[in-house]
Antibody, heavy 117, light 111 residues
């Protein structure tokens, strides 16, 4: 079964850090670009970051550039998002998604990140 | 504010059709034939229902159809069923610097 499972979310104080993980199964992880997308509860989806097959070609949304780092371990079939200097407006559900050529064709259930003092 | 504009809600009776619009710009919806639609139940992973404007992934019922005219894309659900009650989000490729933009979602209610 094709599956993406996120973990690592939780409650963190402003200025703190979290690392999200996304475990992929049921497909050849190393063949796909991967992305992180987030959603503030009640709001729309917002693209966060992308990484190419070999870990190159990394791009970030302006709102997270310099604070977040996307990475992957193809041997472990796992995608990561290191989030530093977290702000209140980073509070959201974070989704790991697979890039099926200009379409995000597989999504995880998401992990909730709450930034609050 | 989301990059793409969707109505917050839509509804129809079982068997009827409902159409959801998704309006963007010439930099996203109007500029590429890479509009996608996603269905999401509460607490579940979004599911791809339509890609490249009008194509259906394997397993998606043909009651779901997509189209585009200019900067506006549409999703039509024909023959509404109770199981179609969910949130629907549109998305579009928007270029290499900000690859994907999305709408805020439309809650579809089956009356």
């Amino acid at each position: 079964e094709l599956q993406l499972v996120e973990s690592g979310g939780g409650l963190v104080q402003p200025g703190g850090s979290l690392r999200l993980s996304c475990a992929a199964s049921g497909f050849t992880f190393s063949n796909y670009f991967m992305h992180w997308v987030r959603q503030v509860p009640g709001k729309g989806l917002v693209w966060v970051a992308r990484i190419k097959i070999d870990g190159s070609g990394i791009r970030y949304a302006d709102s997270v550039r310099g604070r977040f780092t996307i990475s992957r371990d193809n041997a472990k079939n796992t995608l990561y998002l290191q989030m530093n200097s977290l702000r209140d407006d980073d509070t959201a559900v974070y989704y790991c998604t697979r890039d099926g050529a200009f379409t995000l064709d597989l999504w995880g259930q998401g992990t909730m990140v709450t930034v609050s003092s | 504010q989301s990059a793409l504009t969707q109505p917050p809600s839509a509804s129809g009776s079982p068997g009827q059709s409902v159409t959801i619009s998704c309006t963007g710009t010439s930099s996203d919806v109007g500029g590429y034939n890479y509009v996608s639609w996603y269905q999401r139940y509460p607490g579940k992973a979004p599911k791809l229902m339509i890609f490249e404007v009008s194509k259906r992934p394997s397993g998606v019922p043909d009651r779901f159809s997509g189209s585009k005219s200019g900067n506006t894309a549409s999703l039509t659900v024909s023959g509404l069923q109770a199981e179609d009650e969910a949130h629907y989000y549109c998305g579009s490729y928007a270029g290499i610097n900000n690859p994907f933009v999305f709408g805020a979602g439309t809650e579809v209610t089956v009356l």
